[in-house]
């Protein structure tokens, strides 16, 4: 017997919930290069929403006035991280996806957030298997300006 496997839909209230709730977002593949995509939407999230970002990189750089920390499991105890914002290759946003299941119950990570262009399908059924949210290919500053009503 083979097994369907169900394709990830995002749903509207997730989305609306994360970014209209004051939060901290950690954000995977954010530095201080201005003119990446990352850096701009890491501003809107903080500037426009309100929300704290934690800049998440491999040089473990500072950005937007934030410490910056070269993985998830780096960011010091007592923090607390609500949504984890993957700016990474598809190819390797799996990696990510598992780290931030693993540190979810120290940090408190409630939800996965995979960027425009950035699909794992199985990466997205792990992180709801254990419980957290998941919003893939698509982009909070999109999903903010959409006239659903957010």
């Known amino acids: 017997m083979t097994q369907t496997r169900r394709l990830h839909r995002n749903d509207d209230s997730v989305i609306a919930r994360l970014l209209h709730t004051?939060?901290?977002?950690?954000?995977?593949g954010l530095s201080q290069n201005r003119t990446r995509t990352?850096?701009?939407?890491?501003?809107?999230?903080?500037e426009s929403l309100g929300h704290r970002?934690?800049?998440?990189?491999?040089r473990a750089e500072a950005a937007l006035g934030e410490q910056g920390f070269a993985r998830l499991a780096d960011i010091p105890d007592g923090t607390h991280v609500d949504v984890v914002d993957c700016f990474v290759n598809s190819s390797?946003?799996?990696a990510?996806?598992?780290q931030a299941i693993e540190q979810?119950?120290?940090?408190?990570i409630t939800a996965i957030w995979l960027q425009l262009?950035?699909?794992d399908q199985d990466a997205a059924q792990r992180a709801k298997d254990a419980g957290l949210s998941v919003v893939m290919d698509t982009c909070p500053k999109i999903e903010y300006s959409t006239p659903?009503?957010?």
């Open 22 to 28: 004051s939060s901290t977002w950690a954000v995977v």
């Open 38 to 46: 990352a850096y701009g939407v890491a501003r809107f999230l903080q």
């Open 53 to 58: 970002v934690i800049p998440i990189h491999p």
């Open 92 to 94: 390797r946003v799996g």
């Open 96 to 98: 990510v996806v598992d």
């Open 104 to 108: 979810a119950p120290r940090l408190g």
């Open 117 to 119: 262009g950035v699909v």
């Open 148 to 150: 659903s009503g957010f």
